[in-house]
């Protein structure tokens, strides 16, 4: 179960002004107060922020947004960005790697990927998980013909960033429609 | 009365001259301002002028008094830049004021506007976009996402005077040739000054301690623009200057940010400025200047290579 949340429609209800533009602290808490809000009330482990109508987003407001969702969001939920342009992309991405944090993100016209703080060894495992669908750390490292101590710190990693789903041995790829 | 003279062309330079004659701040006596034979100003000359009287009246000083340009082709784009509309709130205007109203035509991209709120900042955003994108593609040669980094980076540089400055500011957009460097070339100008409290005093509580009796301006716009510091102990803070800087080189720009009495500024290589001027006249708050230069087809350009028309 996915909770889909159109950042146009908050940016409706709690901007200053009427815009498809996210900037300024102000304006990225409030949006992220009616986010925590939704989520809260929602049974879905799995959110996605759609930026599909958003136009510009500066670093203070995805700093405010993003970054600062992640850290505040409990165990046992997951939050995907879907529907970024590359601008978009590069802000969040920028303010995520500062803190050491990283999301799922489906940007627009392309795969999933991942934004902020990664290595090659996290986004190839991303990408094994994704490509070979759920498994355990011994299914996966034969895909990515790595060693399975190799394997399982990047699946954990990928797992305790939330950027997989880790269950009973298990890795899955978080659901993304 | 103590007369300052504008220069005949008012650009950061030219506040330099202005925060040197005024002899000190607060200036301890009431000031006219002659800007009669001044040819020209910048986009950073209209927002330090204003700031100057925003300063001066929320240091309880006298409204000091503006003797404005005398040539009608000067007073005329000085109106269309909005800086009239403002001015009249800060100065006692003396000489004939144009009725003419702010505009975009011929490189206002963005009248000034006052940053009192992150409200103002939405408006900043909202109204330079189309703009942005006509220049920025149109005439300087940029690829099309820079319109967006721009966009970004004028919101930053607005932002840092909400959060930081204590008071409001003004912010100002304008494209033109510049003859006095690069050889003529298209820039596009950002000018965001604001008389609140400068880097110095804003970054002491989390920094001054480090540097001791050397803490003064150099060292807080160093620490701010090299560093990466912001007042807030947040690990999210202190992006916006970051990403400023980072757009601007890559467009071959220019950075610069007076404060108190120093001015730090990112030298392109076009340019023969200093990284750190200091021992400058003092200024209140802090004054942010980043040029934009046409493209030449190299970092920064077009992904398809066109060259610019220089």
């Not at chain 1, 815009?19 to 300024?24: A, E, K, N, P």
């Not at chain 1, 995805?62 to 046992?76: F, M, P, R, S």
């Not at chain 2, 620490?223 to 071959?252: C, E, N």
Request: proline share 6%.
């Amino acid at each position: 179960m996915i909770l889909t949340i159109r950042l146009d429609d908050i940016m409706r209800l709690t901007g200053p002004v009427p815009s498809r533009h996210l900037v300024t602290r102000p304006t990225g808490a409030a949006v992220r107060g009616a986010i925590q809000s939704a989520i809260a009330a929602s049974a879905a482990p799995t959110t996605r922020l759609d930026f599909g109508a958003v136009e510009v987003i500066d670093f203070s407001c995805a700093d405010e947004i993003v970054a600062k969702l992640l850290l505040a969001t409990e165990g046992g939920r997951y939050v995907v960005v879907c529907n970024v342009d590359e601008h978009q992309a590069e802000a969040i991405d920028h303010v995520l790697d500062r803190q050491d944090l990283a999301v799922v993100a489906l940007p627009r016209g392309g795969g999933p990927c991942v934004l902020g703080r990664t290595t090659p060894d996290l986004r190839a495992a991303f990408a094994a998980v994704l490509a070979a669908g759920p498994g355990d750390t011994t299914r996966l490292a034969s895909y990515l013909a790595w060693s399975v101590e190799r394997t399982a710190d990047a699946l954990q990693t990928l797992a305790l960033r939330r950027l997989v789903v880790a269950a009973s041995g298990t890795f899955t790829p978080l659901p993304l429609q | 009365m103590r007369v300052i003279g504008v220069p005949q062309y008012l650009d950061d330079k030219g506040l330099d001259a202005v925060a040197e004659a005024i002899g000190g701040w607060p200036p301890t006596e009431r000031l006219l301002f002659d800007a009669r034979a001044t040819k020209w100003a910048s986009p950073y000359g209209f927002t330090a002028l204003l700031t100057a009287g925003q300063g001066l009246r929320e240091a309880g000083a006298e409204t000091p008094r503006l003797a404005i340009p005398e040539a009608e082709e000067v007073r005329s784009y000085w109106a269309k830049a909005g800086f009239f509309k403002h001015a009249a709130e800060y100065f006692e205007l003396h000489g004939k004021v144009p009725r003419r109203q702010p505009d975009r035509a011929s490189g206002v991209l963005l009248p000034i506007m006052p940053i009192r709120a992150s409200e103002d900042v939405h408006q900043v955003v909202a109204q330079i976009q189309e703009p942005a994108a006509r220049i920025l593609t149109g005439e300087l040669n940029l690829e099309a996402r820079a319109t967006m980094r721009f966009t970004m980076a004028l919101s930053e540089a607005c932002q840092n005077v909400v959060e930081h400055a204590g008071t409001s500011g003004w912010a100002a957009v304008h494209a033109y040739n510049w003859r006095k460097r690069l050889g003529g070339r298209r820039v596009v100008v950002i000018a965001v000054s604001d008389p609140g409290i400068g880097f110095r005093a804003s970054l002491a509580p989390v920094e001054a301690k480090k540097h001791g009796e050397r803490w003064d301006d150099g060292r807080a716009l160093e620490a701010a623009l090299v560093h990466g510091t912001s007042r807030f102990r947040d690990p999210g803070r202190g992006q916006g200057l970051a990403a400023i800087k980072k757009y601007v080189l890559d467009w071959k720009g220019k950075i610069s940010i007076r404060s108190g009495t120093a001015r730090f500024t990112f030298v392109p290589p076009w340019d023969d400025d200093v990284p750190l001027a200091e021992g400058l006249a003092a200024f209140p708050g802090s004054q942010m200047q980043i040029v934009i230069p046409e493209q030449d087809g190299q970092t920064g350009g077009r992904a398809d290579g066109r060259r610019g028309t220089t």
